[in-house]
């Protein structure tokens, strides 16, 4: 089995030293330069797995030695030793392609886990074709969806924030999963939290956790978000809701990478990365005063755009298939079928709320199909959703019914389902025809009402 072999570059003897004994304790080679020049000299007659560079250097920076290992071997992991809160510089390392950063004095527990990251990367070579990335769990052949894909392998190889931005719908959480899937922390957590559908007042105990007793209610001891995604992901979704406060907070986290439970007296360090959400325009939302402009530059390392699906149209069909396969598994029925007609009403469709919207049209519409292909009549769009829905006997859902109105009627259709159930003995069949459903209309209410 090969050692592993790692160059240093730092012009101070004493961290040279300390870098060396690390890594030796790990089991790892090291060869030792002084200054960039010698450096490069280095990476042109052997072979490395991992660079560590000091970012100020005394015949240049470590920027250089980044931008030099990205333009001569991409492949080559390279992370950054910077000076303690020289926090613009680090930013600017990952923006120019490094893996990570330490700052200065070296915490060495934190200092392994990037070694540890960094050597699963370098043993990961980059997909080289689009075959390689055909175990993508994003569907699609179009250029657009192409280009993303490409894309994520080369953030998954980075430790550098990612700021995900796309409309609702249009599958942010599965990017920010396939990131991780794809890196050197797919073995750990991965965690994503709606950052809107926290009360403000939990959200510190949320995020960092807290000690038993150290406010009402507080009766246990409670893991945070930060804690509970340690050596894994965590993907703060709807970033642009958090409130000010909680910002500050959060902005110290991540530049310290420590955070303090609620009732502790340390901070404990962490080692998560962060990616973010949100399908509000953060520059917009700084720009209007809601979201703090040095958190946005932290967050928003490297910007990732995920195209909606109208932008992609020639992806449907793909998607569509894929999904009737998921419901004919679900409700364990005979798939369905697109008709050349049906997808020719799905392809001129704008679909505003993107692959989510797909997905519950196509739902919406296998409950009213008879046959086992789905013709263009048999597909409710928005605009004829709601009569077609009434036709079929089922409670309407459009968006301006009222929240107390809708739970009305689906407590009544639930009271109607289980009454003609019992009346059957629980004969489905049977009672579909009294409630004047079809077999495949119950299965679906069953599972849309939780009655399975």
């Known amino acids: 089995m090969s050692i592993n072999n790692i160059l240093i570059i730092d012009d101070e003897p004493d961290i040279r030293e300390l870098l060396e004994l690390t890594l030796a304790r790990m089991g790892l080679d090291a060869t030792c330069t002084a200054d960039v020049k010698t450096a490069k000299t280095a990476l042109e007659n052997k072979s490395f797995d991992l660079c560590l560079t000091d970012m100020n250097l005394s015949d240049g920076t470590g920027l250089e030695i980044v931008e030099h290992i990205q333009h001569t071997q991409p492949d080559l992991p390279v992370a950054v030793i910077t000076a303690y809160g020289s926090m613009e510089l680090a930013v600017q390392s990952l923006k120019a392609g490094a893996f990570d950063f330490v700052s200065k004095p070296i915490d060495l527990k934190i200092l392994r886990g990037l070694i540890e990251s960094a050597l699963k990367v370098a043993k990961k070579k980059s997909p080289s074709s689009s075959q390689e990335l055909l175990g993508s769990k994003l569907l699609g052949s179009s250029d657009a969806m192409n280009q993303l894909r490409s894309t994520i392998s080369k953030l998954a190889r980075s430790q550098a924030p990612v700021y995900i931005h796309g409309e609702s719908g249009s599958g942010k959480e599965l990017v920010a999963r396939e990131i991780h899937d794809m890196g050197p922390r797919a073995d ?204 079929a006997n089922l409670p309407p859902e459009t968006p301006d019914d009222t929240g107390t109105l809708k739970q009305t009627l689906t407590e009544q259709e639930k009271t109607a389902i289980l009454e003609a159930l019992e009346a059957t003995r629980w004969n489905k069949t049977a009672a579909a025809k009294q409630l004047g459903y079809t077999l495949r209309q119950l299965r679906y209410r069953l599972k849309k009402l939780d009655l399975e």
Request: with cysteine.
């Open 188 to 391: 750990n957590p991965f965690i994503a939290v709606n950052c809107g559908a926290i009360p403000s007042e939990l959200m510190e105990s949320e995020f960092f956790g807290h000690k038993k007793g150290s406010f009402t209610g507080a009766t246990t001891d409670k893991e945070g978000l930060f804690m509970a995604a340690q050596g894994g992901t965590l993907l703060l979704d709807e970033v642009a809701d958090l409130p000010q406060a909680m910002q500050v907070k959060l902005l110290r986290a991540i530049q310290e990478r420590a955070v303090k439970p609620i009732g502790e007296h340390q901070e404990q360090s962490v080692d998560v990365r962060i990616l973010c959400a949100t399908h509000k325009n953060l520059a917009e939302e700084v720009q209007a005063g809601r979201f703090r402009q040095d958190l946005y530059y932290r967050l928003n390392v490297i910007q990732l755009d995920v195209p909606p699906l109208r932008e992609r149209a020639e992806d449907i069909s793909i998607l569509a298939d894929f999904f009737l396969e998921k419901i004919a598994g679900q409700w364990q029925n005979p798939k369905l079928e697109l008709s050349e007609d049906a997808q020719k009403k799905l392809a001129a469709y704008s679909f505003p709320g993107n692959v989510r919207e797909l997905e519950n049209i196509l739902e919406r519409s296998a409950t009213l199909c008879e046959n086992t292909t789905l013709k263009a009549d048999d597909i409710s769009l928005p605009e004829t959703a709601t009569s077609e829905k009434q036709t």
